[in-house]
């Protein structure tokens, strides 16, 4: 048992903390990315009325719930959707945390630690391209391309703190693979994917296939089983009409996350029930 896998209660609490507080800036990024604006400056401000929002009424979840979900200036409602990105991405970060621990045995607390960052900070981006994508239809390259960087480093020093090279060369290989791949369905299904799409596979086939063939595998077919499963539901109750542009980021960012979790598990089982484990 590893340090972290020691103190497991408390890292999973205090991950939980950190994500209302990075929940609390995805709302900034998904309002402002998509317009070109900064995220650092100005200080957040009611866009009614335009006055700063005051410290204490910028604590995740609290301040809207003192509030009474108005702005204390001028009244104004302050949309829901704040304290649920806040306490989701909270929960997330818990989970996760708990999910990278548990799975930590046998590797060391360095190797361990800095993989939990890596699926901390993948997880932030998902919440934000997930919600920018719904709203806007758009996956922003000013929160992809550096993932590539940001990730990469992440993985490079975990292989490095692991010995583990074989798993940096599969996850170089799964980005292109992925890259490539939804490249191909861009090209040959012209409308039907955005260069977005092809630059975000890039991005979860590094991570995916970084841990193992499984992952990618379950991760990448996962993004595809969903979206189709979600827009035939729409379709068949009008929610939505054919060729409607259902945004296909939050589908692959989800099918992502499936293979990271179970992705394994879900490729051993099918090839159990091919006779081929």
């Keep these: 048992m590893n340090v972290l896998q020691q103190l497991a209660v408390p890292l999973v609490a205090i991950a939980g903390t950190l994500g209302l507080l990075i929940g609390s800036f995805l709302n900034v990024v998904v309002h402002r990315v998509p317009a070109g604006l900064s995220v650092v400056s100005p200080p957040s401000a009611c866009p009614a ?18 509030l009474r979900a108005a702005c204390r200036d001028c009244g104004s409602r302050i949309s829901a959707r704040y304290p649920l990105v806040e306490a989701a991405t909270a929960v997330l970060f818990a989970v996760a945390a708990g999910l990278v621990i548990g799975r930590s045995a046998g590797t060391s607390s360095v190797t361990a630690s800095i993989t939990l960052v890596a699926m901390l900070y993948l997880l932030a981006v998902t919440v934000a391209l997930a919600l920018i994508d719904i709203d806007t239809h758009r996956l922003p390259d000013r929160i992809v391309l550096p993932a590539y960087l940001v990730l990469g480093a992440l993985l490079t020093g975990a292989s490095a703190a692991s010995g583990d090279w074989g798993a940096l060369v599969r996850g170089i290989a799964g980005m292109a693979i992925l890259a490539v791949g939804y490249l191909t369905l861009a090209l040959a299904v012209p409308g039907g994917m955005g260069m977005g799409d092809v630059k975000l596979a890039g991005v ?11 992952p990618l595998a379950v991760g990448a077919f996962g993004g595809f089983a969903l979206g189709a499963t979600f827009s035939i539901v729409l379709l068949v109750t009008r929610r ?13 960012l989800a099918g992502a996350w499936l293979g990271i979790c179970a992705g394994d598990q879900i490729w051993s089982a099918y090839l159990g029930l091919l006779g081929l484990s």
């Design 240 to 252: 939505v009409k054919r060729g409607g542009g259902i945004p296909f980021g939050p589908w692959m």
């Design 204 to 214: 979860l086939g590094l991570v995916l296939a970084y841990l193992g063939w499984g």
């Design 49 to 66: 009325c335009g006055h700063g929002i005051r410290g204490r009424d910028n604590i995740p979840v609290v301040s809207w719930l003192v």
